[in-house]
C-alpha cells in the first residue's frame, strides 16, 4: 500500500461507514428472552466455542468479562481454565440459564450482571484481565465509544468476534425462499479499520469451523429462522420447509445439516499496550 493511500484511509470515518451499514441491515430487535431454554440445545454441537478459545491467551491468574455471554455455553468453557468470570448480558432469562448450569457443573467463580452492550462503562464495570465479546457486536451503533471502553477495561487482551461473509449465498437464497429482504451486514474489515484509527493495530484470524449446524428436526429449522428472519407468512413458511426437505442431510449424529450453512466467524484481537 502507497503511504498517500494509507493517508486516505486513516480519513475516512468508519464508524459512519459502520452504522450506515447497520442501518441498512437493520431488523427489529430481538427478545433474547424468548429463546434461552432453548439457545444451549441449538450449540450443543457447534465446535465454535473451542475454536475460539484455542486462539485465547488463557492463564489460571485471568478475570475475564464474557460480554453477551447469553446462557454461557462459552462462559463455563472458560471458567474452568481461570481465576474467575463475569457474563454479563441484557437477558435475565440468558443469565439465569447461566448460573443454573454453572450450578450443576460445580463451578463456582462465575457470576452474572444483566446489562445493556450500549450501558458499558468503564466506571461501573472495572477492570478485568480479559474482554470477550462474541458475536455481540454487529449491531451496536456507537461503535467507536464501545471499542474505546472496551479497551479501557482490558488489563492484558480483548477478544472480538463477528460474523463473515462466506455463507451470504445461503443466506441470501434462504431470505429470498421466505419473502425477506437479505441484509448481509457490516463486513468485518470495518471494525479493523476504525481500530486502527484509534490506535489499536488487531490481529485477524479467520476461524476454522468445521462443524455445520445442526438441527434435531425441520420444525427446529423453522424456528431458528422465524427467529432470524421475523415472522412468516404461511404460504413461505411452507416453502421454506420444502426448501430445507430438499437440501438438508442427516449426519452422524442423526441430526438434520445443510452443507451449504457452516459458521463463519472472525476473530479480531488485540494486546492492550502497557
Not at 500500500?1 to 441491515?25: A, C
Not at 462443524?211 to 425441520?218: A, G, V
Not at 426437505?245 to 499496550?273: A, C, M, Q
Request: charged share 35%.
Amino acid at each position: 500500500m502507497r503511504i498517500e493511500d494509507e493517508i486516505k484511509i486513516d480519513k475516512i470515518d468508519w464508524e459512519h461507514v459502520w452504522q450506515k451499514s447497520i442501518k441498512k441491515g437493520l431488523r427489529k430487535e430481538k427478545n433474547w428472552d424468548d429463546i434461552a431454554k432453548d439457545y444451549g440445545k441449538w450449540l450443543e454441537n457447534d465446535d465454535y466455542p473451542d475454536k475460539l478459545i484455542e486462539n485465547m491467551k488463557l492463564s489460571p491468574d485471568d478475570t475475564v468479562l464474557d460480554i453477551g455471554c447469553a446462557e454461557g455455553t462459552i462462559s463455563r468453557k472458560i471458567a474452568k481454565r481461570v481465576k474467575s468470570l463475569t457474563g454479563l448480558d441484557k437477558s435475565k432469562l440468558m443469565l439465569e440459564e447461566l448460573n443454573k448450569k454453572a450450578l450443576e457443573e460445580g463451578l463456582n467463580n462465575i457470576k452474572t450482571i444483566q446489562m445493556d452492550i450500549n450501558d458499558i462503562n468503564h466506571n461501573d464495570i472495572g477492570d478485568y484481565d480479559i474482554i470477550l465479546a462474541s458475536r455481540c457486536l454487529n449491531g451496536i451503533s456507537n461503535i467507536r465509544d464501545t471499542l474505546i471502553t472496551l479497551n479501557e477495561i482490558a488489563n492484558k487482551y480483548v477478544y472480538i468476534t463477528v460474523f463473515g461473509s462466506s455463507s451470504h449465498k445461503y443466506k441470501k437464497e434462504k431470505s429470498e425462499i421466505a419473502g425477506k429482504p437479505f441484509k448481509a451486514g457490516t463486513d468485518y474489515i470495518v471494525l479493523v479499520l476504525l481500530l486502527k484509527s484509534l490506535g489499536i493495530e488487531a490481529n485477524v484470524i479467520q476461524l476454522e469451523c468445521e462443524n455445520l449446524k445442526e438441527y434435531h428436526d425441520i420444525n427446529e429449522a423453522i424456528d431458528r429462522s422465524v427467529w432470524r428472519l421475523g415472522e412468516l407468512e404461511e404460504e413461505r413458511e411452507m416453502a421454506l420447509r420444502e426448501y430445507f426437505k430438499e437440501i438438508f442431510e442427516k449426519n452422524e449424529r442423526g441430526n438434520w445439516v445443510n452443507p451449504k450453512d457452516k459458521t463463519d466467524l472472525v476473530l479480531i484481537w488485540w494486546k492492550k499496550e502497557e
